[in-house]
C-alpha cells in the first residue's frame, strides 16, 4: 500500500473492532480468534439461512 492509498477499516462482524482490510489475513474478522468464533457457530448450527423448513424424517417405515 502507498501513501497515495486510503486505508480502508472494516468494522469485524463478530466483535465489532475497527481493523485494516487490507494486510489483514482473517478479514473481515479482526483476528483468528473471532474468526474461529464465527466458525464455531456455524458449525453448532447457530446461524442459518433463510429458506422454505426441510420435512423432517420419520424413524418409523411407511
Known sequence: MTDKTRRLTIKCPRCGVLTDYYGN???????????????????EEEYRIAG?????????PT
Not at 489475513?25 to 458449525?43: M, Q, T, Y
Not at 422454505?52 to 418409523?60: A, F, G, K, N
Request: with cysteine; charged share 30%; aromatic share 8%.
Open 52 to 60: 422454505r423448513p426441510v420435512p423432517q424424517e420419520s424413524d418409523s
Open 25 to 43: 489475513e482473517h478479514r473481515p474478522f479482526c483476528s483468528e480468534r473471532c474468526r474461529l468464533i464465527d466458525l464455531g457457530c456455524w458449525a
